[in-house]
């Protein structure tokens, strides 16, 4: 694709390299074909080449319109395109970019601002974040339902824990373990379930990090993004320089952004060299348990598991780090019989914020997921990130959980009436 940028982006780090991007772009559409927004809205722009030629032309001096933020608003950030793509084109960056130009040269309504503001100082802080949940479980029963789906019950670790003690031998190894933001909050059975599993099989974990940035990177905020990269390499620094094998990240869209503290921080004169160490450390727990013994775990099927299971791969695991199929094997590896799920590469619809600030969207591309995924004879859906597990959970007929639950020696799995949520 030939490009002729505006001189003054030329001389930018951001313009130059959305030059590279753009013209290694050879707009043959074939991401078009994999575009959840493309499928549902038939708008090509709202595909990911359509919004390629919107970014190159406000790069190039077109006016920059309400209308191109729409357009830009509307894509997941998903990737899809990007695994499809055959000429290798980095949407993932030129989305970042093209978010932040126009973001700084069209005001958005009041409400969105006020809303998208809301989000970045509340959701990445967990002071914060976590008295509203309290106060929204509370209020439940007076709640919108579309609000109250996005609530986890009050207690849900009570319905699974067995109570029982498990033995587990002195720890070999020693991981970073991101303390992310919601995670805590909206799904506490996970992180606990991860230190279990890993202490079964030898592995110290170290509690440490908060926000990884994605929020407010997503939220065209990338100065804010950048503050919460350096907070946690900061925190995780210690650990490194003592020897720590990994950074483990439970959430896959948390993984997929740490993965990316290398580029997104490499012009970063105190911090560039710490971020491509963060980078190379950075694993997600499918990943890190490939390599593991899972014999040493407990059969899951001694605690009521249903064999036949559903797994739902979000998009920062399949797309955004590459993992496709890494944790369906560990799956099938310790007894799990995978249901076939049509269009297993598309995503759920919750995409970070974009449940809140997409909800028409956002429910659509939910409810076709359900569809795929409830099969007959499945008892469970399993996935691999947060906001993936509460946004299917708010609407799906079966439990949903993150997938280390399974391995986790004191879950206990209910039929569907007691079922966690």
Not at 300 to 328: D, K, M, N, T, Y
Request: net charge positive.
């Amino acid at each position: 694709m030939q490009t002729r940028l505006l001189d003054s982006l030329r001389a930018s780090a951001d313009g130059q390299e959305a030059d590279q991007i753009l013209r290694s772009c050879v707009h043959c559409g074939f991401c078009t074909a994999t575009c959840p927004t493309y499928q549902i809205l038939g708008d090509e722009l709202d595909g990911p080449r359509g919004r390629i030629y919107q970014i190159k032309n406000v790069l190039e001096g077109e006016p920059v319109t309400r209308q191109t933020q729409r357009h830009l608003d509307r894509c997941l950030t998903c990737l899809n395109c990007m695994t499809t793509c055959p000429s290798g084109v980095d949407y993932h960056r030129l989305v970042d970019i093209g978010r932040q130009y126009v973001e700084t040269r069209v005001r958005r309504p009041l409400s969105e601002r006020l809303l998208r503001w809301g989000l970045r100082q509340v959701v990445p802080y967990p002071r914060r974040f976590v008295p509203l949940v309290r106060i929204g479980q509370a209020l439940r029963p007076l709640l919108p339902t579309s609000l109250r789906a996005k609530l986890p019950p009050a207690a849900p670790a009570a319905l699974t824990s067995s109570g029982a003690e498990v033995a587990t031998p002195a720890p070999t190894r020693r991981v970073i373990l991101l303390a992310n933001c919601v995670e805590p909050t909206l799904t506490p059975g996970v992180p606990a379930a991860t230190r279990r599993v890993l202490a079964r099989l030898g592995i110290e974990t170290l509690v440490a990090g908060g926000c990884c940035g994605a929020v407010s990177q997503h939220l065209a905020a990338p100065e804010q993004a950048r503050g919460f990269m350096r907070r946690n390499i900061d925190a995780w620094w210690p650990a490194i320089a003592a020897g720590a094998d990994a950074i483990l990240i439970t959430a896959s869209g948390c993984g997929a952004m740490v993965k990316d503290y290398g580029t997104l921080l490499r012009d970063d004169p105190v911090y560039a060299e710490k971020a491509a160490r963060v980078t190379a450390l950075a694993r997600d727990l499918g990943e890190l348990l490939a390599a593991a013994d899972l014999a040493r775990l407990p059969n899951p099927f001694a605690r009521g598991l249903p064999r036949r299971i559903a797994f739902h791969p979000p998009c920062s695991l399949q797309h955004g780090q590459g993992l496709a199929g890494r944790v369906e094997a560990l799956l099938r590896g310790v007894g799990f019989d995978l249901v076939p799920v049509a269009d297993s590469h598309s995503c759920c619809g919750s995409a970070g914020t974009y449940s809140i600030l997409q909800p028409t969207l956002s429910r659509q591309l939910r409810d076709q997921r359900l569809a795929a995924l409830e099969q007959p004879g499945a008892g469970l859906i399993a996935t691999a990130n947060v906001g993936c597990q509460s946004h299917l959970q708010g609407a799906a007929r079966l439990p949903v959980w993150h997938w280390i639950e399974l391995f986790d020696p004191q879950r206990v799995f209910c039929s569907p009436s007691g079922s966690p949520q």
